[in-house]
């Protein structure tokens, strides 16, 4: 079972709501979902977070991966990124990042809770 606490940022409330479920099904805390970058940061600085789940493209032109820079050093947050974009220069910039993973959407519930059983395996 996961254990872990972790933030959602996406900016679609529908995939949302549905990582949340899956997060939670998989014995996660979901502490809080955020669809801008505003309000990602007032839940961190409200209840921290193990990880969060971040989407690449959060809304027009803004950057989740820069975003994600910031919860990682400021927080110590672990990052899975959630991309629909699977082309080469979006994996470059991730790959770049070194997050702790990233799922292709979509992605099925198992490949959800695989990632986040790796994650709660390191404590």
Same mark, same amino acid.
């Given at each position: 079972m996961c254990a872990l606490?972790? &933030?959602? %940022? +996406?900016? @679609?409330?529908?995939?949302?709501? =549905?990582?949340?479920?899956?997060?939670?099904?998989?014995?996660?805390?979901?502490?809080?979902?955020?669809?801008?970058?505003?309000?990602?940061? &007032?839940? %961190? +600085?409200? @209840?921290?977070?193990?990880?969060? =789940?971040?989407?690449?493209?959060?809304?027009?032109?803004?950057?989740?991966?820069?975003?994600?820079?910031t919860l990682r050093d400021r927080h110590g947050m672990r990052i899975v990124f959630m991309t629909g974009a699977g082309d080469h220069e979006t994996m470059q910039r991730i790959a770049a990042f070194n997050p702790f993973a990233a799922i292709l959407k979509p992605f099925t519930a198992q490949q959800l809770q695989d990632v986040l059983d790796r994650a709660a395996a390191l404590g």
């Open positions: 606490k972790v &933030l959602i %940022v +996406e900016d @679609e409330w529908l995939n949302a709501d =549905l990582i949340g479920m899956l997060a939670e099904d998989c014995g996660c805390i979901v502490t809080g979902v955020a669809n801008t970058i505003e309000s990602a940061l &007032l839940l %961190v +600085e409200a @209840e921290p977070a193990d990880m969060a =789940l971040v989407d690449v493209q959060l809304g027009t032109g803004v950057d989740g991966i820069a975003f994600a820079a």
